[in-house]
């Protein structure tokens, strides 16, 4: 596991603790007295373990424990010492292991005895009320870091149940488009057979159609067979969803931890089943892009038809796109389903922030079946 450096916020914040620890200290040294470079090298210990909290939280806590209570036990209490060592426990809850995060209460513990023991504690607080304080301090990092445990748990099933989903959903689609269209080409060469030698116009006719239902087949097929790329996740939680299942779609979404709000036009509605189909993928990797490397909190969707074109664009309030990003499997998905349509798809960073994508797709004009 790799171990997050020190950061120049850390370090500020060890910095501002480290000088007013410092100038207490110097405030109090008629009272320090001949105790003064002791309590120096505690106050420098206390803020050294402030700045490496995220590092490793459990040993910056013992070792701020430690020096808090020495400083308590041998030297003086400094009124701003506890507060350095409070932010050490919350963020032993948070960014601990589970197991050593729980650790944190048992050094409370001890830590809280060793300070109140102190021979010249003057404080009115009450011991059992200050540890009420700190263990609720701990209690708020531990609960939010399970709480990021969760979502990530739910992130993961999520994106291996539609990967699952989406494998069972183009295996029912090829089944079923190769089962009808053999079906109808049987249909219509048996008929051509049986009037073959009394009526060849009628055979020609039925030889045309049949011509005409393998090609349609086949660009139907094409289009199926084009998601099959080695390793690609297109997931889908409906075996023939369209844009009236994004209700579902941002359900799911919200049980990963991102608030999804989707607009559609209801001229949108009843596009050709494929453009239908399309458009639901687009929304559907694009929020799935948002999971898995947005980190974003919310999310908006809006689907509207101008003309001949229908528009959809994902925008979401996450870290956004790097300077010099290169799309990813999944935006190239995107990409050759708007191109498969003649359409034009851009992405990148939001207005204000966050990631933006936008694609236009050219409605068909033929005559091919509609969604319901």
Known sequence: MTLPEVTWPDLALAGAFLAAMLAERFGAAARIGGHMPAALALSVLIAGALAARRRVPLAAYLVGTAALSAEALFVLPSPVSPYANLLGLYSLGLRGTRARARLGPVIVLPGMIAYFSGPTHTY??????????????????????????????????????????????????????????????LVQTGAARRVLDRDPEQTRTLLGTMEHTGRQALEELDRVLGLLRPQEPSPSPDPQPGLAHLGALTERMEQAGIRVTARIDPAAHGMPRTLDLSAYRIVQEALTNTVKHGRAARAEVAVHREGDVLHVEIRDDGVGAPDGYLPGRGLKGIAERVHEFGGSVEHGAGEHGGFRLRAALPIPRTPASVAP
Do not use: C, K, S
């Open 124 to 185: 009115q607080l009450m011991p059992a009320a200050v540890l009420f304080v700190w263990l609720l301090v701990w209690a708020l990092g531990y609960g939010w870091a399970r709480r990021q445990e969760e979502q990530e748990t739910a992130r993961r099933v999520l994106r291996d149940q539609v990967l699952a989903e989406e494998r069972v959903r183009i295996a029912r689609e090829l089944h079923d488009l190769v089962g009808h269209t053999l079906n109808v080409l």
